[in-house]
């Protein structure tokens, strides 16, 4: 930091920002120059000074050693920590006005995350007993967790995924866990279908039961960003992915899955969350053993007790001494080759198909996770005639897949930059599918490259620890929103105040507040389409999962925020209007019933039909979040099931002769979530309107929209 402190102070950026926070622009370079000469001079060697300054946070990792965004984050943190020491003050006073560092202090202070425990009042009223289950994949680490939760009369699942989630809502309800304290039924069959990461203890005795049975039956509700499944409003757990985590009520057993994820730059503050505020009795926390430093400093700000159970992989990994050398032909059924582009996947799905005379299923980021369930049905189906899986990354979590052999089409993958290799962590996740216990005649999975160059170095990784975890995401929540906005200039952006965590706040290792992934494609959204909405609906807006990178996404988050500014209601199909999504769905279906079709319609198809699922999980994200405006929730998801029909069609049918295509009703058949024999319903009895109401309420805030639209035409 010494060495490129002066530089720091003299590049533009660093003078727009300063000024974007209120420091007004003929105070910026006098300050900047008298911090880059203390800092220069040795202010950091001072042992009373570094302990002032909490300097500790200020640590950067070997990856970050050379990147210019961490030395700007901490380098602005270290100038606030600085100019808002009143002693320092003092000696400023004579650079600088006293109103210029008195929006520095207030802006330090209001901007404080120093202590994210406190945010969460009830779960430091109690002593939680925290239970860490950790270990490689495959090796039993969410068994134990899982029969705790069955055998509690309340408790909460956060997962990564919806399809974990889901899964874990549909054994409770069903009785496929044996509680904790319940001895299984003898003959009962195990289910060998399960994404969760689970270890039989005996075969004739399994706790995670292929049919379930009355007497493990647990009531459990169904939570995620785009649904809702009630089957009870009195049942006492609740399934439900990370990011929908209550903390307002108590309950007995929480298990929060993949708890290494904390440490994700855009998710990792949910996992942060669940640590520190499930009001829990007994909180189990599964994931990978470098997760234990972190949780381990998080909780010292609390009076919980802390136990480690360690978890051993339960069948061998074996690294092969050759490549497939580039030959396709060597391809057997079981083997999963990962590729780490759509196109990649796609070209070796074709080659393998030519090559072998093996199908080929497919699993990547875009696709729907229902899809992608579907995808791995066909693959584990011995008599579905797809024996070979073609997959990215996503196979690495939340995927049942009866792999015995993992195939790297490559080991460097592209990450919106450059080519990067993969991480220890990235190579053991997904290499350690291979091999799934329980589900192949002999135990143990392997795992190879297609290329012999690559060889050497999946020999190297396999064996090493994964890659450290050095912090723990934190966000703010709206209140801190709120109040920053206060002490920020009242004409300040949304990346403005979107920056203000990362490069100004106190935070406390292992506590990091990052900044948010694509911040200007964001920012430039809100500060286009949303800038006269409440803070809550830009924050919300500004934070919903869309493809950022997609034109098409765009445009029709844009037309639905059109709409609500306008009408405040916004029906899905006349949001849908605009854009390619509802012809090209329709005519895959009318392919889908026998119609014409060229050779790469599939292929063309399978964009548009990616699109319009993304968008039409984001309405259903909406509809949950402001209810009112979002209303057709029901017709959203009539269309998201038609649209995964398709699309689950024009996957079969990507590589195959226009010839030898079928129509949709031919071929194994995949049951729907729809058909999983939970009954259910979508609206918590809670929210429940009378439609007049309702209507009450859209005249008033049409009223008031009107009003503001006349006031901004005055101005």
Same mark, same amino acid.
């Given at each position: ?29 006098? $300050? ?67 109103? &210029? ?8 202070? !209001? ?14 009223? /109690?002593?939680?007993?925290?239970? /860490? ?16 939760? +069955? ?67 647990? @009531? ?30 108590? *309950? ?8 290494? /994820? ?5 998710? %990792? ?45 339960? !069948? ?48 990547? %980021? ?10 791995? +049905? ?10 070979? =899986? ?6 690495? =979590? ?25 991480? *220890? ?9 291979? %091999? ?12 190879? &490259? ?26 703010? !929540?709206?209140? #801190? ?46 500060? &286009?389409?949303?800038?006269? =909405? ?11 999962? =869309?493809? #950022? ?18 009408? $405040?209601?916004?029906? $899905?199909?006349? +949001?849908?209007? *605009? ?12 392919? /889908? ?13 399978? *964009? ?29 998801? &009539? ?9 689950? #069609? ?28 939970? @009954? ?36």
């Amino acid at each position: 930091m010494e060495k490129q402190v002066h530089k720091w102070a003299d590049l533009p950026h660093v003078h727009r920002r300063l000024e974007s926070f209120g420091v007004p622009r003929t105070d910026v370079q006098p $300050i900047l120059s008298i911090f880059a000469r203390e800092v220069s001079s040795g202010l950091l060697h001072n042992p009373i000074e570094q302990k002032k300054y909490h300097v500790e946070r200020f640590v950067l990792t070997a990856k970050e050693l050379n990147q210019g965004l961490r030395l700007d984050q901490i380098l602005t943190q270290l100038f606030y920590s600085w100019a808002s020491d009143p002693q320092q003050q003092e000696v400023l006073l004579k650079s600088v006005s006293r109103n &210029t560092l008195e929006q520095i202090s207030y802006l330090y202070s !209001t901007a404080d995350i120093s202590y994210p425990a406190d945010m969460y009042p009830k779960a430091r009223s /109690m002593r939680r007993k925290v239970i /860490m289950h950790v270990g490689p994949t495959n090796s039993g680490k969410t068994h134990m967790a899982l029969r705790a939760l +069955a055998a509690a009369k309340t408790g909460v699942y956060s997962g990564p995924l919806r399809l974990l989630a889901h899964e874990i809502w549909d054994r409770l309800n069903k009785g496929q866990i044996v509680p904790l304290g319940m001895d299984p039924d003898a003959d009962s069959e195990p289910d060998t279908s399960t994404n969760m990461d689970i270890i039989e203890e005996s075969v004739s005795r399994p706790t995670v039961r292929k049919e379930g049975k009355a007497k493990y039956a647990r @009531e459990c509700n169904l939570r995620t960003g785009e649904e809702f499944r009630i089957v009870s409003e009195y049942a006492g757990l609740v399934s439900c992915t990370v990011e929908m985590t209550s903390f307002s009520l108590p *309950v007995e057993v929480a298990v929060v899955d993949e708890i290494q /994820m904390l440490a994700d730059p855009d998710r %990792g503050s949910a996992w942060t969350s669940a640590v520190l505020g499930l009001p829990a009795e007994e909180l189990h926390l599964c994931g990978e053993e470098v997760a234990v430093p972190i949780v381990q400093a998080l909780l010292s700000d609390t009076d919980d007790e802390l136990f480690i159970n360690r978890y051993e992989r339960l !069948t061998p990994l074996t690294v092969q001494d050759k490549s497939l050398e580039g030959d396709f032909s060597r391809v057997q059924k079981g083997d999963c080759l990962v590729a780490f582009s759509r196109s990649g996947i796609f070209a070796l799905k074709r080659k393998v198909e030519e090559n072998t005379g093996l199908r080929c299923a497919v699993a990547y %980021g875009r696709l729907p996770p229902e899809i992608r369930a579907e995808q791995a +049905a066909l693959f584990n189906n011995p008599h579905s005639g797809y024996d070979v =899986m073609i997959g990215s990354d996503a196979i690495g =979590m939340g995927l049942n897949l009866k792999i015995k052999r993992i195939i790297f089409e490559t080991l460097h993958k592209f990450d919106g930059t450059v080519e990067r290799a993969l991480s *220890v962590s990235q190579i053991k996740q997904i290499a350690g599918r291979a %091999g799934r216990y329980g589900l192949h005649g002999e135990p143990g999975g392997f795992v190879t &490259t297609l290329h012999a160059h690559d060889l050497s170095m999946l020999h190297s990784t396999i064996p090493c620890q994964p890659d450290p975890i050095m912090f723990a995401g934190v966000s703010p !929540t709206l209140a #801190w929103a709120e109040s920053v906005l206060q002490a920020l200039p009242v004409d300040a952006s949304h990346q403005t105040l979107l920056e203000v965590a990362p490069y100004v706040s106190h935070v406390r290792p292992p506590c990091r507040a990052f900044v948010p992934s694509k911040v200007k494609e964001r920012s430039q959204f809100v500060e &286009t389409h949303a800038k006269d =909405m409440k803070l809550y609906d830009r924050l919300l807006i500004g934070g919903s999962p =869309m493809n #950022w990178r997609d034109p098409l996404a765009v445009e029709f988050a844009a037309r639905l925020c059109q709409i609500y500014s306008e009408k $405040i209601r916004v029906p $899905i199909l006349h +949001a849908l209007r *605009v854009g390619p999504y509802i012809e090209a769905l329709e005519n895959v279906e009318e392919m /889908m019933s026998g119609g014409k079709s060229s050779a790469g319609a599939p292929s063309q198809g399978l *964009v548009n039909l990616e699109g319009l699922h993304k968008s039409l999980v984001l309405y259903l994200w909406l509809s949950y979040r402001l209810p009112v405006a979002f209303y057709q929730s029901e017709e959203a998801y &009539t269309l998201k099931e038609r649209t995964e029909k398709a699309l689950d #069609w024009c996957l079969r049918n990507v590589s195959t002769r226009v010839a030898d295509r079928q129509p949709a009703s031919f071929g194994p058949r995949i049951p729907s979530e729809a058909e999983d024999g939970v @009954e259910y319903r979508r609206t918590p009895a809670t929210r429940l309107q009378d439609e007049s109401n309702r209507e009450l309420g859209v005249k008033y805030a049409k009223l008031l929209n009107s009003e503001r639209r006349s006031a901004r035409g005055q101005q």
